[in-house]
């Protein structure tokens, strides 16, 4: 194990990202709801605010834990083709997963945001923060909804990866950082002592103590 939690990831993180300390416009954006304690740390340490990317997995049925793609606000999909052709999965079981998962998204939007609008992005340095890639399926819808908001540099930064999905990324965006790159990687779980899953709740009180410290 690499790491004791989330916090101590965060932690390390936010060292490999030293160099956007401070940097006018620039935004730390996590991906909850795990990614969102390890950006809360990134944005403290570095004085960047910080918002939400708000993406879904879309899971293989019978076996969620695996992804077959992902989705992201604004409608954007991403699907792993070769991972639904092995599995023979039918159009119709990829949609009754990605409506489910829609309907997660949008309730997480209104729980999350409430009335307040997202931030303004075109133009920014946006760095995409989660707290492991293993497909990479939610990072890359991620990156595509980043694209659709004109952002400037889209820079990804994860504690802990599987190396052949940051070596994809890095065909998609203008940075990886990722301190801990593995061949043998299992699952991102595998490297927190506590991976306890962050709830509604956690994602909610570390905004409002964002807001307050900005």
Known sequence: MLFTDRVHAGNELATALA???GRDNT???ALPRGGVPIAAEI?????????????????????????????????????????????RLTPEQIEKVAEREKAELERRERVYR?????????????????????????????IAAARDHAVGEIVVAVPVAAYDTCRRLEHQVGRVVCPYQLDDFGGVGRWYVNFSQVSDSDVITLLHQH???G
């Open 43 to 87: 944005s403290r340490a570095l004085r960047l605010p910080m918002d939400l990317m708000l993406v879904r997995k879309l899971g293989i049925p019978g076996h969620e834990e695996f992804a077959m793609g992902a989705i992201a606000s604004g409608n954007h999909r991403v699907l792993h083709q070769e991972v639904i052709e092995a599995l």
């Open 27 to 29: 935004i730390v954006l």
């Open 114 to 142: 409430g009335d307040a609008p997202a931030l303004d992005l075109a133009g920014m340095t946006v760095i995409l923060v989660d707290d492991g890639l293993a497909t990479g399926a939610t990072m890359e819808a991620a």
């Open 19 to 21: 160099d956007y300390a």
């Open 211 to 213: 807001r307050q410290e």
